[in-house]
């Protein structure tokens, strides 16, 4: 049974950081892939970035050049570092994984609340 745990959520100043983790555990094949995702009330959950086992990455558009994913294989864990914060950034935050570059995120954390003040 894979379980995804996230922490680092909170409250911060537009312009500031947080760094978000998330520790995974059962099946290591499930978590080859990892990645962010965030979702507001009354919105779409929306990849924020994804990062594979070799260190490829992804990222939405909105957080490039702000927002970093890197992972721990060792320790099966995933970060998501995020800076120059926006009132627009305020979202539940969710980690994901999946075993296969093509198959979907079935993997879900509980989420951690980012919000950020203006």
């Known amino acids: 049974q894979v379980q995804l745990v996230e922490s680092g959520g909170g409250l911060v100043q537009a312009g500031g950081s947080l760094r978000l983790s998330c520790a995974a555990s059962?099946?290591?094949?499930?978590?080859?892939?990892m990645a962010w995702y965030r979702q507001g009330p009354g919105k779409q959950r929306e990849l924020v970035a994804s990062?594979?086992?070799?260190?490829?990455?992804i990222y939405v558009d909105s957080v490039k050049g702000r927002f970093t994913i890197s992972r721990d294989t060792a320790k099966n864990t995933v970060f998501l570092q995020m800076n120059s914060l926006k009132p627009e950034d305020t979202d539940v935050y969710y980690c994901?994984?999946?075993?296969?570059?093509?198959?979907?995120?079935?993997?879900w954390g509980q989420g951690t609340q980012v919000t950020v003040s203006s």
């Open positions: 994901s994984s999946k075993p296969f570059t093509l198959s979907p995120f079935g993997y």
């Open positions: 059962g099946s290591i094949s499930s978590f080859n892939v």
């Open positions: 990062i594979s086992r070799s260190g490829t990455t």
